[in-house]
């Protein structure tokens, strides 16, 4: 018998997996660094040819700017940059206030298709899938009209009301599948140790439920903050304006230094970004379930 | 404390209905067992005297009292469930002393009525921990601390021993027995472990379809078993049966005795094949067609094929009508 | 205290009455209401002659020149961004599901694009196709594969592939998860089977991946069409539609009509046309939901 000599074999398919991850690194984070870099330079290494990959004077002034406008800045008067600190601030109060608000409609909600039978479920489900399959654009007009009426245009309110509408389908649909996993015989140990139902929601139910409230939480405070049409049509000054839209009229104002605007981008990115990363796990598998971002 | 009576309870889910008019008494300070296949209806009775189900039909008293409109949370009863049912987000000790919490009793009473009940179970060192943390047995300890801290009218258990595996099962099988003894208070457990209503209760129900097949002590269901369902269900390996002149005659494996030689009223068979038990040998023969099981002392040392005697204990056999498999009565006595 | 309870239909419906009533203010009754303005003559700058005109917005629709224009912007946009985003989909889902140092790395990277608003990705790409200071243009320049600096978005066809590319970045992660928890599913043993079989790379790809995926392409495909259709955050911000009516998608004209021209009117009437499409595809999402038995309660 001969041996037949091992004979060394090129990792074809190990060269291809890691060059493939590497060009795709590449690709999700340059466009990304590029505005972080930028918004670290001066306007000057910014507009340079060739561009500086690496912020060869390092600067903070984009960001302080936003607390505290240069004179440069001043005199140039750019609405956006004075508007950003508090549309920032009017982000986070409308997207936390919208997954809070969200949270509470679906729980109920969501509870009805995991624990109980009953006539129309099926109907109710798809109807909740419709409604978050309806464009936008088909209600903004109606919409705005009626928040005219109600004299709350520009309020957070009226954002808060209509993103709640936009995210409440997702959130029934992925807290459906989260609590159909809760196993039911906690709830009779819990009615057995004498709670009530509103006792066994509260003390049993919604705490080992808790992961899926925390996904669904995140998924609609995303959307609010993300949303940029509604906000577009129903703000106007910096009582209600988000970052959205305050970050496309640095777009539209033609002063703007590219700078400042990567700046407002960054911060605009950050905070879906760190819940994006913090939720990684459960956000994917939730999008995986419901197959849901609109 | 607590004597649980049933009249004529009947649950349907839909058209199907899984207890039918089912009427019992289950005593004060008694271990009364539910047994039967699965989808007997054990379950659903057993979660209709907690509360969790409610009756299509009938009514149940505790201390003559209708409880049937209640909810759990409004019985004065304590369950152990088959999954253990654990808090998963809430300490061992916070586990057995919720329903003391939610009775609002005082804190530093339920923490010693929390530890007390731990040190019964020898699960002390354990009230730190989370559920998952612990091992089945640990889990099913938890489990019982969160009955028996409570000073509860009935203790509910459906099916605590089935997950957990076979050697542990006999020593809880023992330790909730002696429970029992040291609270003396109403036990209705359900299984459809045989050998665990054999050995632990006081009264045996046995169900099928549900409707109740027998109720009686343990000795009562092994010695008089009401019907062929019972006298097959009750009893490892299960009664022998044979149908003779209309009747089904039924004699159980211990019953059977073997012989070499012929003897005055043994039949001959052949062996069919034979399984070591360790102190005993299951001996199955073939006669005339019928495999008959027997249990002898070991040794028995006759292979397959060879020729066997086999003789019944006429004082131990039992009759069955074929028509509809009750008991004719005065038949082994 | 003998309290009979609730039936169930009823608890069921109690605890689903915040949700419908919550959407049914908010969306039914807004898209009805978008209906009955779509059938007015409505301009906020002509508050005079506001009447009521039928269908007349729609039957007008088959002659507007800017509405026909938008709806094959559209068409093509979607028919790019879909094409460009399954593709690279499909590859970087294949490769996430290898086994590889730093794929935890790549898999939050891909979560990077999604987690950025609309808006800001439209900046973004702002700042990368700029004609004078563009890191598109600094990097082909230095990699030397151009000689001069482009104005990437002043033609028309450039403007409109560069959009797409810029939509594509920011809609892939998705497509890249669901395909991702599809291949997931597929067992190895199927592999292995292939494998013992003597199928080559492609042909395993061919036989057993792809028949696998068909169901999670196909909602890749019905999610990514809707969410193309109704691009507008990007653009806004990147072109603003232009040059001329290059990236004028269906939405941006909704909204030009509205916000510019504030003919209230024959923006309804372009919403029910994209609602009334987007409720064709939808259809599509939810029978294949059904067949997947999503809907089992």
Redo the contacts between chains.
Sequence with gaps: MTTVPLRYRIPWKKIVVYTLAVLFALYLVLPFYWIVAMSFMPEADATAVPPQWIPEHPTLDNYLGFVNPSDAQALVGSRAVEETPYSLLNSFVVAGSTALLNLVLAIFAAYSFSRIKFRGSQLLLILYLITRMVPGIAIIIPYYLLMREFRLLDTYLALILSYTTFALPITIWILKDFFRSVPRELEDAARVDRCGWFRTMWSVFLPVAAPGLVAAAVFSFMTAWNEFMFALFLTSTKAAKTIPVVAANFATDFNTQYTVMAAAGVLAVIPPLVLALIFQRKLVAGMAAGSVKG | MAEVRLEGVTKSFGGNTVVDDLSLTVRDKEFLTLVGPSGCGKSTTLRMICGLERVSAGQIYFDEQPVEYLPANKRDVAMVFQSYALYPHKTVEQNIGFALKMMRVPKDEIARQVREAADTLGIADLLDRRPRELSGGQRQRVALGRAIVREAGAYLLDEPLSNLDAQLRVLMRAEIKRLHVDLARTFIYVTHDQVEAMTMSDRIVVMKDGVVQQCATPQEIYDHPANRFVASFMGSPPMNFMEKDRAVLGIRPEDVSLSPEPREGYRAGKVFITEPLGADVLVTVDLDGDLIKARVAAPFRIGPDNTIHIGFDRAKMHYFSVDDGRAIEGDAN | ?????FS??V???V??A???T??AL??A???G??FW?SLHRDNLKQPLAKRFIGLDNYFSLFHDDAFLTALRVSALFVLVVLGFTVVLAM??AL?LN?T?R??G????????????????N???????F?A????LN??L??LGLIDS?HAWLTTGSGAFFFTAMAQV?NTLP?SV??L??GLATIPSELYDAAKVDRAG?LQRFRQVTLPWLTHPLL?VLI?ET??AF?A??TI???T?GGPGTATTTI?LL??QT??TYTD?GL??A???V??AI??L??IG??GL?YRRGN?E?
Excluded: C, H, Q
């Design positions: 205290m003998a309290r009979k309870p169930d239909n608890r069921a419906y605890l689903n915040p949700a419908i919550v959407i908010l969306v009754y807004p898209i209401y978008s303005v590859i970087l490769v290898e590889f730093g794929r790395l790549l898999l939050s990277l891909a979560l990077l694009p999604w987690a950025m608003p609309g808006v800001v439209g900046l973004m790409w702002r700042t990368i700029d004078k200071t563009g890191a600094g990097l320049t230095e600096y970045w998705f998860i669901i991702l928890a790379v909602i999610l809707m969410n109704r507008f955050d806004y911000v990147l603003g939405a909704d909204v509205v916000l209230f923006g309804s372009y919403a029910w994209i609602t987007t409720l595809i939808s999402y939810i939901l809907f309660v």
